[in-house]
């Protein structure tokens, strides 16, 4: 079991910066793979970004390469997901998420594998 709080979402310009955390809760959060992803109203939650359970791999959304980084710090139990050159299609309610099971990318990036969710951060970027 584990809880999921993120922070760090805002209002930001184009081509600015943000950093969100997700804080965890539970004893066994660096067995746990973690995801951010992204929902705008009326659209199905898209996968952003996930890293492995001890760090190593890392999988991201086509259209967010090369300008977010995921990372994690296991001893403080937190993923964090740096968002950079950010652009108005990038606003939306961001969630970081956890589960078990095999890392594999394929499995990265599937929402239904997920099974612990935070409550999401709002993120908005201005034209």
């Known amino acids: 079991q584990v809880q999921l709080v993120e922070s760090g979402g805002g209002l930001v310009q184009t081509g600015g910066s943000l950093s969100l955390s997700c804080a965890a809760s539970?004893?066994?959060?660096?067995?746990?793979?973690m995801g951010w992803f992204r929902q705008v109203p009326g659209k199905e939650r898209e996968f952003v970004a996930a890293?492995?359970?001890?760090?190593?791999?890392?999988d991201y959304a086509d259209s967010v390469k090369d300008r977010f980084t995921i990372s994690r710090d296991n001893a403080k139990m937190t993923v964090y997901l740096q968002m950079n050159n950010m652009k108005p299609s990038d606003t939306a309610v961001y969630y970081c998420?956890?589960?078990?099971?095999?890392?594999?990318?394929?499995?990265?990036?599937?929402?239904?594998?997920?099974?612990?969710w935070g409550q999401g951060t709002q993120v908005t970027v201005s034209s």
């Open positions: 998420a956890a589960r078990l099971g095999a890392w594999a990318t394929v499995n990265s990036r599937l929402t239904a594998l997920y099974k612990w």
């Open positions: 539970g004893r066994t959060f660096s067995t746990y793979h």
């Open positions: 890293v492995s359970a001890g760090g190593r791999s890392t």
